[in-house]
């Protein structure tokens, strides 16, 4: 039996603005977002993705407006909002001198460790079997990206936050992780992300909103 | 499952920057060499008289230690920082400042604690008498650590910047002012035998002040880093 | 006291002229590099916005 | 009251408030400054140790005096800042950065031109002059952090922890510098101390330091003012002063 998320859980952001060397990149932006759905967003390199995905992780602040979980302003959550979400942004944080497991433990003690995967049971879904226990710096840098990835499903947080998740995966890979994706949102968690690939997730669940328009 | 408990993940934390430190043990030696290697110079700069060096030497040694410890504090945040391990640090379940902590306790595990286990031997060097060679580890036993925990926010504050090196003294080195002044007045007093009670007591209590100080003072500039 | 005794304070008058002759330069200057800052600032706003009148 | 600080926080009223008070405080500061460097030039007996050399303390202590008032100020103005994130206090703290350095080197210099007559060298590490060095360093810093770091707003928030960071510091800089100096020192005649004054002598120094207050008020407000513009320049109230349709 799979577990799932609590239905009631919620990230909702509204009259966002980031201003970046005094450009306007985006303002007035808001939206709801409810267990199972998948928030995408577009546009051009430069238009404030990775900008606006900082913001929602709270590692930026907002220029104007805020952020919400549950109904409460993530600024003031902190280390609780921290403890629902998981972020794989550009760099792929993970330490080069380190093997992969032991990555994976120590994300496993900064979040919450998952009660479903055990660190080599997640190594193992991204194909990583048998690299255990090697530095990552000797891995390709889609395995490296692999190994970020795991550290979702070896954590338990209903918020995946992700920058261009796909980066240097091969096809093999981005099947794995799509299906991964699928099996979050069925569980009721949530994902934001930004991507350049085509993804196959379809239906209500997923929103999109456009930064360039 | 839940998350782990705090004091848990710091000594994970610890340990895996302990284990990092040694997978590149090779820098290690590098402060270590220059605090000897500045120990060295001075007698050449200013003449070997052993009554000169007796009046300058706890100086020297500090002066020393300071730039040890400086040299070596870009690497508290920076790989952290270049890897992107710093952002998913800032986004766990538990207080920032806690974790900045193990961190820098870490570090100053690496390059504090050589640093006092090599100054009886600079000491010897610099003609410092061996009573008060006990004062001198002790000075450094308790000064080291102010000297990372201030270290870490300077660091903190500057680990975005491309050229972070002569900002990060001039941001830093004002602040050790008092540790040197304390310090090495204590190192000075106990090699003409007089009592250093309170200069070491000075030394704890700054001491103290900065391990509950800093970190919090470490984590918002991390934050601000980040952003 | 004659002016030609002020001017010499005492026989301290390097040291006193320099210090209050500094202290002009110094408030004058707090007040200049505004001024001036102000300026170069208006000045690039007209630019741009002349540039993007063009366009 | 709330709806007055509300009113203030927006630019735009800051701005026209603030341009008003300049002149006020200008003027007001230029015409004490004048009054307390003529009272203490030519008024102020001489000193019966130190001679007409006394007088730069008409410079030297109300200089002293600002450097550490400016430093407060900005590491206050930097807090609020940081914890109801006010950008103008932001504004405040670094505009005040400048001012402050100033006077501590202008405390600095004085005090080694007061120093040479009384001591026969230009540089003694007295506990005054030491701390006053160590703060322009702290000062230096301060500046130097928010050059370097790009995205202005990132940059006043790292430098007004540094000042937060600073203001807890100096108070211990200050009291090891000063334990230092009796230990190295001995009993030197601490000549920039002076444990009674005559009040035709204290006189013009408070008016001095008032002055410099003034002067703070005025010139901080005029940086504050142009660093508002520069950083609001796309907002429609700076495009609207800068070319009234």
């Given at each position: 039996?799979?577990?799932?998320?609590?239905?009631?859980?919620?990230?909702?952001?509204?009259?966002?603005?980031?201003?970046?060397?005094?450009?306007?990149?985006?303002?007035?932006?808001?939206?709801?977002?409810?267990?199972?759905?998948?928030?995408?967003?577009?546009?051009?390199?430069?238009?404030?993705?990775?900008?606006?995905?900082?913001?929602?992780?709270?590692?930026?602040?907002?220029?104007?407006?805020?952020?919400?979980?549950?109904?409460?302003?993530?600024?003031?959550?902190?280390?609780?909002?921290?403890?629902?979400?998981?972020?794989?942004?550009?760099?792929?944080?993970?330490?080069?001198?380190?093997?992969?497991?032991?990555?994976?433990?120590?994300?496993?003690?900064?979040?919450?460790?998952?009660?479903?995967?055990?660190?080599?049971?997640?190594?193992?879904?991204?194909?990583?079997?048998?690299?255990?226990?090697?530095?990552?710096?000797?891995?390709?840098?889609?395995?490296?990206?692999?190994v970020a990835l795991a550290r979702l499903v070896a954590t338990e947080a209903p918020l995946?936050?992700?920058?261009?998740?796909?980066?240097?995966?091969?096809?093999?890979?981005?099947?794995?992780?799509?299906?991964?994706?699928?099996?979050?949102?069925?569980?009721?968690?949530?994902?934001?992300?930004?991507?350049?690939?085509r993804v196959a997730l379809e239906g209500e669940r997923v929103k999109r909103i456009n930064?360039?328009? | 499952?839940?998350?782990?408990?705090?004091?848990?993940?710091?000594?994970?934390?610890?340990?895996?920057?302990?284990?990092?430190?040694?997978?590149?043990?090779?820098?290690?030696?590098?402060?270590?060499?220059?605090?000897?290697?500045?120990?060295?110079?001075?007698?050449?700069?200013?003449?070997?008289?052993?009554?000169?060096?007796?009046?300058?030497?706890?100086?020297?040694?500090?002066?020393?230690?300071?730039?040890?410890?400086?040299?070596?504090?870009?690497?508290?945040?920076?790989?952290?920082?270049?890897?992107?391990?710093?952002?998913?640090?800032?986004?766990?379940?538990?207080?920032?400042?806690?974790?900045?902590?193990?961190?820098?306790?870490?570090?100053?595990?690496?390059?504090?604690?050589?640093?006092?286990?090599?100054?009886?031997?600079?000491?010897?060097?610099?003609?410092?008498?061996?009573?008060?060679?006990?004062?001198?580890?002790?000075?450094?036993?308790?000064?080291?650590?102010?000297?990372?925990?201030?270290?870490?926010?300077?660091?903190?504050?500057?680990?975005?910047?491309?050229?972070?090196?002569?900002?990060?003294?001039?941001?830093?080195?004002?602040?050790?002012?008092?540790?040197?002044?304390?310090?090495?007045?204590?190192?000075?007093?106990?090699?003409?035998?007089?009592?250093?009670?309170?200069?070491?007591?000075?030394?704890?209590?700054?001491?103290?002040?900065?391990?509950?100080?800093?970190?919090?003072?470490?984590?918002?500039?991390?934050?601000?880093?980040?952003? | 006291?004659?002016?030609?005794?002020?001017?010499?304070?005492?026989?301290?008058?390097?040291?006193?002229?320099?210090?209050?002759?500094?202290?002009?330069?110094?408030?004058?200057?707090?007040?200049?590099?505004?001024?001036?800052?102000?300026?170069?600032?208006?000045?690039?706003?007209?630019?741009?916005?002349?540039?993007?009148?063009?366009? | 009251?709330?709806?007055?600080?509300?009113?203030?926080?927006?630019?735009?009223?800051?701005?026209?408030?603030?341009?008003?008070?300049?002149?006020?405080?200008?003027?007001?500061?230029?015409?004490?400054?004048?009054?307390?460097?003529?009272?203490?030039?030519?008024?102020?007996?001489?000193?019966?140790?130190?001679?007409?050399?006394?007088?730069?303390?008409?410079?030297?202590?109300?200089?002293?005096?600002?450097?550490?008032?400016?430093?407060?100020?900005?590491?206050?103005?930097?807090?609020?800042?940081?914890?109801?994130?006010?950008?103008?206090?932001?504004?405040?703290?670094?505009?005040?950065?400048?001012?402050?350095?100033?006077?501590?080197?202008?405390?600095?210099?004085?005090?080694?031109?007061?120093?040479?007559?009384?001591?026969?060298?230009?540089?003694?590490?007295?506990?005054?002059?030491?701390?006053?060095?160590?703060?322009?360093?702290?000062?230096?810093?301060?500046?130097?952090?928010?050059?370097?770091?790009?995205?202005?707003?990132?940059?006043?928030?790292?430098?007004?922890?540094?000042?937060?960071?600073?203001?807890?510091?100096?108070?211990?800089?200050?009291?090891?510098?000063?334990?230092?100096?009796?230990?190295?020192?001995?009993?030197?005649?601490?000549?920039?101390?002076?444990?009674?004054?005559?009040?035709?002598?204290?006189?013009?120094?408070?008016?001095?330091?008032?002055?410099?207050?003034?002067?703070?008020?005025?010139?901080?407000?005029?940086?504050?003012?142009?660093?508002?513009?520069?950083?609001?320049?796309?907002?429609?109230?700076?495009?609207?002063?800068?070319?009234?349709?």
């Open positions: 039996m799979v577990r799932t998320f609590d239905p009631n859980l919620s990230l909702e952001a509204a009259d966002l603005a980031c201003i970046r060397d005094d450009r306007v990149l985006f303002e007035h932006l808001g939206f709801t977002l409810a267990t199972g759905e998948l928030l995408m967003l577009e546009g051009r390199n430069g238009s404030g993705k990775t900008s606006l995905l900082r913001i929602l992780c709270s590692i930026r602040l907002p220029d104007a407006g805020a952020v919400w979980w549950c109904g409460e302003e993530v600024q003031r959550l902190g280390p609780d909002y921290h403890e629902q979400l998981s972020y794989v942004g550009h760099k792929d944080g993970i330490k080069q001198d380190l093997t992969p497991e032991e990555n994976l433990r120590m994300a496993r003690a900064l979040g919450r460790p998952s009660p479903e995967l055990d660190i080599p049971e997640a190594l193992e879904l991204f194909g990583l079997y048998g690299f255990e226990d090697v530095p990552t710096r000797t891995l390709s840098a889609g395995q490296q990206r692999r995946w936050i992700l920058d261009e998740p796909f980066t240097s995966l091969d096809r093999d890979g981005i099947g794995v992780f799509e299906s991964v994706m699928e099996t979050h949102l069925e569980r009721g968690g949530m994902i934001v992300m930004t991507t350049h690939h930064l360039t328009a | 499952m839940s998350a782990l408990s705090t004091p848990r993940a710091m000594a994970l934390l610890l340990r895996r920057d302990l284990l990092l430190a040694y997978r590149r043990r090779a820098e290690l030696i590098n402060p270590l060499l220059f605090f000897v290697l500045i120990a060295t110079l001075f007698p050449l700069g200013v003449g070997a008289d052993s009554r000169l060096l007796q009046t300058a030497g706890p100086g020297i040694v500090w002066v020393a230690a300071l730039l040890a410890a400086l040299l070596s504090l870009d690497s508290v945040f920076r790989s952290d920082f270049e890897d992107g391990t710093l952002e998913q640090l800032m986004l766990s379940a538990h207080p920032v400042s806690l974790l900045v902590l193990a961190k820098v306790f870490a570090h100053w595990l690496v390059t504090g604690v050589p640093l006092i286990l090599v100054s009886p031997l600079i000491g010897v060097l610099l003609s410092i008498p061996s009573r008060a060679m006990p004062v001198l580890v002790a000075s450094l036993a308790l000064g080291t650590p102010v000297l990372s925990l201030i270290g870490a926010v300077g660091v903190a504050l500057t680990v975005g910047l491309r050229r972070a090196g002569i900002i990060l003294s001039l941001l830093v080195l004002p602040l050790y002012v008092p540790v040197l002044i304390f310090a090495s007045s204590a190192v000075d007093a106990a090699s003409s035998g007089l009592p250093v009670g309170p200069q070491l007591y000075i030394l704890a209590a700054m001491l103290v002040a900065a391990v509950s100080l800093a970190p919090v003072a470490a984590a918002a500039s991390l934050r601000v880093s980040l952003s | 006291m004659s002016f030609q005794e002020f001017l010499h304070m005492g026989g301290y008058a390097a040291y006193v002229w320099t210090s209050y002759a500094l202290a002009l330069v110094v408030l004058i200057a707090n007040v200049v590099q505004p001024l001036l800052q102000r300026r170069r600032l208006f000045a690039a706003l007209a630019r741009k916005r002349r540039r993007s009148a063009r366009n | 009251m709330m709806r007055f600080i509300h009113r203030l926080a927006s630019p735009k009223y800051f701005y026209d408030v603030a341009g008003r008070i300049v002149p006020w405080a200008g003027w007001g500061a230029l015409i004490l400054i004048l009054v307390g460097a003529y009272w203490g030039l030519v008024e102020a007996p001489a000193d019966y140790q130190q001679g007409d050399s006394f007088r730069i303390i008409y410079v030297h202590v109300p200089a002293a005096w600002m450097s550490l008032f400016i430093y407060v100020v900005m590491a206050a103005a930097g807090a609020i800042g940081l914890v109801w994130r006010i950008k103008l206090a932001e504004i405040i703290a670094i505009a005040s950065a400048p001012i402050g350095a100033s006077f501590t080197f202008l405390a600095l210099v004085t005090g080694s031109l007061w120093g040479k007559p009384m001591w026969g060298t230009w540089w003694v590490w007295d506990a005054r002059l030491t701390s006053e060095l160590i703060l322009l360093f702290l000062y230096l810093g301060v500046m130097a952090l928010y050059g370097a770091v790009e995205d202005k707003r990132m940059a006043s928030r790292a430098a007004a922890i540094l000042a937060i960071v600073g203001v807890v510091n100096i108070p211990i800089i200050h009291y090891s510098v000063e334990w230092w100096n009796t230990l190295h020192q001995g009993p030197t005649v601490t000549k920039l101390d002076k444990p009674s004054i005559a009040p035709e002598m204290l006189w013009p120094l408070l008016i001095m330091a008032v002055g410099f207050q003034l002067y703070y008020v005025a010139t901080v407000l005029m940086r504050a003012r142009v660093e508002l513009l520069e950083r609001e320049r796309n907002s429609r109230w700076v495009q609207e002063l800068v070319q009234p349709r």
